[in-house]
T-cell receptor, first 115, second 115 residues
Framework: GNSVTQMEGPVTLSEEAFLTINCTYT??????LFWYVQYPGEGLQLLLK?????DKGSNKGFEATYRKETTSFHLEKGSVQVSDSAVYFC??????????????FGAGTRLFVKA | GAVVSQHPSRVICKSGTSVKIECRSL??????MFWYRQFPKKSLMLMAT?????????EQGVEKDKFLINHASLTLSTLTVTSAHPEDSSFYIC???????????FGPGTRLTVL
């Protein structure tokens, strides 16, 4: 079945450092790919998405490119801030028999950014 | 983006009682909603897919008599934890799909503590 694998955390960086969180997927067909962010004590927020190969999703300085050849969707940010400390989930869409979609999540990567 | 609300945000109950959690899509109609459970520092575990006007589809290992799901309208799904026990304590998150898309929007979550 479809699955998502992302790098284990926690990842600890200093402010203004470069961030990469690796994510690879296994899927039949061509799912949409997502990054969600969860701040402490809160639910999930959609950070960015890409719907087809070579698409780049971007938001709030974060970027990820849908790479079909390497089945990857790595998250990057050039300069992290303390406020970026959160848990980041890579995910993909999986079709349902009813015609809709459900989301399959990776395990999550916790990011700590130090001032 | 689309807004999904959950109520209550926190609930503490005694062992043996039942607790109902509501999930509402505020600015769109959702034919499909999803219920997740998240353990501390873990990823989201999909419990069930809730379809408006029909029975929910439960994931393997989730007791449908324990976790009752009702999706009575296009904007409301409820999860009832029946005869709650301390091991049911967790963070429960719902999400809703915008029809004809593969993007889910998440509620802020409900923290359940069973004493």
């Amino acid at each position: 079945g479809n699955s998502v694998t992302q790098m284990e955390g926690p990842v600890t960086l200093s402010e203004e450092a470069f961030l990469t969180i690796n994510c690879t997927y296994t899927a039949t067909g061509y799912p949409s790919l997502f990054w969600y962010v969860q701040y402490p004590g809160e639910g999930l927020q959609l950070l960015l998405k890409a719907t087809k190969a070579d698409d780049k999703g971007s938001n709030k300085g974060f970027e990820a490119t849908y790479r079909k050849e390497t089945t990857s969707f790595h998250l990057e940010k050039g300069s992290v801030q303390v406020s970026d400390s959160a848990v980041y989930f890579c995910a993909l869409s999986d079709s349902l028999n009813t015609g809709g979609f459900k989301t399959i999540f990776g395990a999550g990567t916790r990011l700590f950014v130090k001032a | 983006g689309a807004v999904v609300s959950q109520h209550p945000s926190r609930v503490i109950c005694k062992s043996g009682t039942s607790v109902k959690i509501e999930c509402r899509s505020l600015d769109f109609q959702a034919t499909t909603m999803f219920w997740y459970r998240q353990f501390p520092k873990k990823s989201l575990m999909l419990m069930a897919t809730s379809n408006e006007g029909s029975k929910a589809t439960y994931e393997q290992g989730v007791e449908k008599d324990k976790f009752l799901i009702n999706h009575a309208s296009l904007t409301l799904s409820t999860l009832t934890v029946t005869s709650a026990h301390p091991e049911d304590s967790s963070f429960y998150i719902c999400s809703a799909s915008v029809p004809a898309t593969d993007t889910q929007y998440f509620g802020p979550g409900t923290r359940l503590t069973v004493l």
